[in-house]
């Protein structure tokens, strides 16, 4: 929105729904390369996992204070503009490049996926089973001794770093099933990389929750991937329809050529 | 005998059956775990360890709290343990296969780690895109880096826009050296001195409303690489081609912190007449204080100039040199001072024929040879202090423009020779405030302008010596400011607008017509409320602009004054995730303030005459429009409908007459009514896996509306059908190919003029190639195409292509061969109908054409 005379921005409140409430965050720093040709170009991220006795939730940590934020703004509208700098300060920390929450139901073995890059979908799959290979190899990640695993999963081979005395089986997104917390997980290229750089026992950012606003497409694994990917490579074409992008040219706004050539995407699941 | 044999086989194989399955029971330990409340616990960790305390075996439990360890050999002890949970170690006793267990809740007892979060290099709003990154084969300058950026448009003229928004500035160094002429810099600044393009999204430039007013708009900054920012740096080009042809080129750049200077010059004579450098670009300041310059009266009978590129049929010769100095004066305040010197000489010589259809259908052909002028000089000089507390902008800038055409026309009348003559002055002050109370922001704009003109016109043998002079005072002020209403914003705006004419025309310079002077002036009142309504999924926007004009003609001694009201709303709505609607209405009311009112006939050329307009008159225009859009990312196709209806109402009319001899314009004030509506879509879909992209579209347009020539006045209905087709393959890295085809046909229903329907079909179509055989050599070729019918059934093709090749032989030294029109096209026909009336027109080309350029950087 453009106000020349200093109008303000209009805040919706985030639809979603609460499954649990997180008793322990564990933190984890991402680096990955959007372009995999470009090996000393990472984008990075800080993403949280909650974990409490029924769910684990993975996503981005600064994603959640922009919607707590966001929140307080709708609610707030006339202290709106107050928080508007940090709106904006914590909205430039998402790392948009994955821009991924998952939830996964540790009852009935399953995890729902919600992903985004122009649009958002979500889907739901049985939670993967993760075939590890515990090999020789130890480490010391944040002061924790660690073991070393691989497995190879969605088109990637991938070496994990688990503490055997952090007794959650869990991992970055929907990685886990090894006899300690995951503390580094990479594929063998270093395309992706999950570096946990924290564990606490949850007394902020506790809600575990799910996006359920009317937007979101639920479809199935295939088709969210595809339309993912598709979004990444394609962004600045579709970007002009979705979004509704347009060009000046003398006086006028038109809707602009859609030629730009496609952008990689190095996605974390190849298939 | 046999039946206790069987019995001992039975009994053999059951003894074999429990044997295996106690071995088999024996290789694997199972259980359940339960709380101290007797509930299953979930994802327990169950880890087996020899004695040696080495992990043989791990398993979690479900949750039923059951568990199977498997590869149970030299299993000493078990673990079970998760968080929240006080770990249970079990021995493991021989024969013993089913270890149950019950887990006491407890503390959650987490070895903390703690947390570290450092911040995202991306720093605030600004995203930083690395030259080198997006630099390709054959990107010399920083604009050619800058149209492979996402969200970043630039047009012909080199106005940038991001994301579909216009930008501020752009800064060299984080100095806004050229202002509105950044187009300079971005098309001659070598990419290979810029490091980092930094693009500050959502970039308030003025300090003092940095986190209270919020702008979509953003600004881009070069940051030169190290060795490019502590001396001058530039290149020098010289292009010399057949038929005594040259392009020369250089440019000097130097960006320190405290003075910044560019200097540019250009001279040659292959078709490039610097338009871009004269016009500069339109930036987010001419918001309030652009206001368009008068139309000279003086016109050439003659000034079509065809859809191709200048470089096929233009005779010129153009040099220009501009020079642009910023110098700091402290933290927040710059003196800024521009330049620019601009000569261009052109010959052209062309053809049309006219036929305007009437009673007396009248058809006038001309054959012209003309020598056209054009000098400009310009120089702007801005002060601006951009303090956290105070903004501060003055610009004080003057052009001087000198057109002199000499014409030489045959026409089917005899031979006429014709000599234009136009001076016109501009001389501004552009002035901006901001004044930030702490509760409310208010903003001051205002814009003083004196133009004046002075048009002579002499032509032979019927001899006209006229001359014209115009004087015109503008101003415009404006002060805004935004409440908030009931959540949203409401904003107000408030501008008072001025404006003198006075006229003398050296014609009617006797007692009569009051020594030939128009002398008028008006003011406007304008209040523009604005109400933004944003709700889930989408937003409207009402807009209720107030507008009271008074308006003063002296010859007439009256005065009239209106109140225009412009009433719109628009609407934007996602139907869902896929659809997405749009609507628009408005009435909008305006009056004419641009054409200057005149009280007598005003000669345009050696045959053409125009009433002047001596009243207020008022444009009303109805719209309606609409859109419909569907995009599915997943299999990638879209498409998009749009309607638009449109009636627009004036206070008069033209009525032409075309004789032989001369055109005359006269105004009819009667109410004139216009009418057109169109609709159009377009599909587009990307096939993945061929890296094929195609997309088509068709429009369909209606439009009626008043003609009246040589006493027949009536209804034009005209319609216009248009298609195209493009494809775009990027499937190899070292080939990109690109085609593109249209056609249209137009046509018109039986009038008063004529009972044809006027049917014309033209079809367009080009092609584009880029080879890259090696790193530093980039071949290319293109082809277009383009057919007209110039009368029914008849049709004039043409077809243009050009080749060439880049060598960047060293970092420094390049070198470029280029052919241009290889087929030597010598001639561009083409036709059009106006309504009724049919125009061919023709120009002769440039021929085929080589050039052989050198650039040096240094």
């Known amino acids: 929105m453009f106000s020349p005379d200093g109008g303000m921005d209009h805040y919706e409140k985030t639809e979603r729904t609460v499954y649990d409430t997180a008793k322990i965050n564990v933190y984890y720093t991402l680096y990955f390369l959007a372009d995999s040709s470009k090996t000393d170009n990472y984008t990075k991220g800080l993403m949280v996992l909650q974990v409490s006795d029924h769910y684990l939730r993975f996503g981005d940590l600064y994603r959640i204070q922009l919607d707590s934020i966001n929140d307080f703004c709708a609610i707030n509208k006339k202290n709106a503009k107050k928080a508007a700098n940090d709106f904006n300060q914590t909205s430039s920390k998402v790392c948009y490049g994955f821009n991924i929450t998952s939830l996964v139901d540790l009852d009935n073995e399953t995890a729902t996926v919600q992903l985004q890059a122009l649009r958002k979908y979500q889907y739901t799959v049985p939670l993967p089973k993760f075939d590890w290979q515990i090999t020789e190899g130890d480490s010391i990640i944040n002061g924790l001794a660690c073991k070393r695993a691989v497995c190879r999963y969605a088109g990637r081979s991938y070496i994990a770093w688990f503490a055997p005395s952090i007794n959650l089986p869990y991992g970055p997104y929907l990685f886990g099933g090894l006899p300690g917390l995951i503390m580094c997980l990479c594929d063998k290229s270093n395309n992706w990389i999950f570096t946990n750089s924290g564990i606490e026992v949850a007394r902020s950012n506790r809600d575990m929750y799910l996006y359920s606003d009317k937007d979101i497409i639920k479809t199935d694994r295939e088709k969210a991937l595809s339309a993912y990917k598709n979004e990444i490579e394609d962004w600045n074409n579709l970007a002009v329809d979705i979004i509704g992008l347009r060009v000046i040219k003398n006086g006028k706004e038109i809707k602009p050529d859609t030629n730009y050539p496609r952008k990689p995407s190095n996605m974390l699941e190849l298939k | ?858």
């Open chain 2, 1 to 858: 005998m046999s039946s206790i044999k069987i019995t001992k086989r039975i009994l053999a194989v059951f003894l074999f059956v429990i044997t295996t399955i106690c071995s088999y029971a024996q290789t694997e330990f199972s259980g359940i775990v339960i709380d101290n409340k007797g509930v299953a616990v979930n994802r327990v960790t169950c880890r087996l360890f020899s004695a040696s305390d080495s992990l043989i075996s791990y398993a979690f439990t479900n949750k039923k709290g059951a568990y199977i360890l498997r590869n149970i050999e030299s299993g000493s002890y078990i673990i079970f343990s998760k968080v929240g949970y006080t770990s249970m170690r079990l021995a493991v006793i021989d024969k013993q296969t089913t270890y149950n267990v019950k887990l006491e809740r407890g503390e959650i007892s987490l070895k903390e780690v703690i947390v570290t979060a450092p911040p995202i290099t991306q720093r605030n709003d600004t995203l930083l895109y690395n030259v080198a990154s997006f630099q390709q084969k054959g990107d010399l300058y920083i604009e050619d880096v800058l149209k492979r950026m996402p969200g970043i448009e630039i047009d012909a003229n080199g106005g940038i826009t991001y994301q579909g928004v216009a930008i501020n500035q752009v800064n060299i160094e984080g100095q806004n050296l050229m202002g509105d002429q950044y187009n300079l810099a971005t098309q001659n600044m070598p990419a290979e001195a810029v490091s980092q393009v930094q693009v500050m999204q959502n970039d308030q430039p003025i300090r003092s409303l940095a986190g209270k007013v919020n702008t979509n708009r953003a600004t881009l900054n070069l940051k030169l690489k190290r060795d490019y920012r502590l001396r001058p740096f530039g290149e020098i080009i010289g292009g010399y081609g057949t038929s005594g042809t040259y392009d020369d080129h250089i440019t000097a750049i130097e960006a320190g912190k405290k003075n910044q200077f560019l200097l540019s010059a250009g001279i040659n004579n292959q078709g490039n007449n610097y338009a871009q450098v004269v016009n500069g670009v339109s930036t987010v300041n001419s918001l309030y204080t652009n206001e368009p310059l008068p139309n000279l009266f003086l016109q050439n009978a003659n000034n079509h100039k065809p859809p191709l590129s200048p470089e096929y049929y233009l005779r010129n010769e153009s040099y220009y040199a501009s020079m642009h100095y910023l110098h700091a004066l402290s933290k927040y305040s710059t003196l800024r001072i521009n330049g620019l010197w601009f000569h261009d000489a052109t010959n052209l010589n062309d053809s049309t024929y006219d036929r305007y259809i009437a009673n007396d259908t009248t058809t006038i052909f001309e054959a012209s040879a003309s020598h056209r002028q054009t000098n400009v000089i310009k120089g702007q000089m801005q002060y601006e202090l951009n303090s956290e507390k105070i903004y501060l902008q003055d610009e004080v800038s003057g052009k001087l423009n000198a057109w002199h055409t000499d014409e030489s026309i045959n026409s089917q009348q005899g031979h006429v020779d014709e000599r234009m003559r136009r001076r016109p002055l501009t001389l501004q002050n552009i002035f901006n405030m901001n004044i930030n109370t702490g509760a409310r922001l208010v903003q001051l704009s205002s814009i003083f302008r004196y133009f004046h003109a002075k048009e002579e016109l002499y032509a032979l043998p019927d001899t006209i010596d006229d001359s014209t002079r115009l004087k015109q005072f503008f101003m415009r002020n404006r002060i805004g400011t935004s409440f908030n209403v009931f959540g949203n914003p409401l904003l107000i705006g408030y501008i008072i607008e001025y404006k003198h004419n006075d006229v003398k025309q050296s014609n009617y310079d006797d007692a009569q017509y009051g020594e030939g002077k128009s002398i008028s002036r008006y003011w406007l009142h304008t209040l523009e409320p604005v109400y933004e309504w944003n709700f889930r999924g989408g937003s409207m926007e009402f807009r209720l602009p107030v507008e009271w004009i008074h308006y003063r003609n002296a010859w007439k001694n009256n005065s009239d004054s209106r109140w225009m009201f412009s009433p719109s709303v628009k609407f934007d709505k996602k139907l869902n995730p896929v659809f997405s609607l749009s609507a628009n209405a408005s009435i909008n009311q305006d009056a004419n303030t641009i054409d200057v009112p005149v009280r007598n006939a005003i000669t345009n050329n050696y045959r053409t005459f125009t009433d002047g307009i001596d009243s207020l008159n008022i444009n009303k225009t109805d719209m309606v429009s609409g859109r419909l859009s569907y995009l599915s990312t997943i299999h990638l196709w879209s498409w998009d409908v749009y309607a638009v209806w449109t009636k627009t109402k004036s206070d008069y009319c033209r009525a032409y007459l075309y004789m032989p001899e001369l055109t005359y314009s006269m105004a009819v004030w009667k109410q004139n009514k216009q009418y057109n509506w169109s609709l159009a879509y377009s599909i587009k879909k990307n096939f993945r896996s061929t890296h094929l992209t195609i997309s088509h579209s068709m429009c369909y347009a209606y439009n009626k509306f008043l003609l009246s020539q040589n006493g027949i006045e009536d209804y034009v209905h005209s319609n216009v059908l248009n298609m195209s087709l493009s494809v775009y393959w990027d499937k190899l890295s070292w080939l990109h190919y690109k085609l593109s085809s249209a056609g249209n046909i137009s046509w018109k229903g039986k009038d008063a003029f004529s009972q044809s329907n006027n049917a014309l079909h033209n079809f367009y179509s080009t092609m584009h190639a880029d080879v890259f055989p090696f790193p530093q050599l980039r071949l290319y070729a293109d082809c277009s195409i383009e057919s007209f019918e110039i009368s029914h059934g008849n049709y004039s093709s043409n077809c243009f292509s050009n080749v060439g090749c880049e060598w960047n032989i060293t970092k420094r030294f390049s070198l470029s061969v280029i052919a241009r029109n290889i087929f030597n096209r010598r001639l561009y026909e083409e036709t059009v109908f106006s309504g009724a009336n049919y125009q061919y027109y023709s120009i002769p080309l440039c021929p085929r054409r080589f050039v052989v350029e050198c650039r040096f950087r240094f």
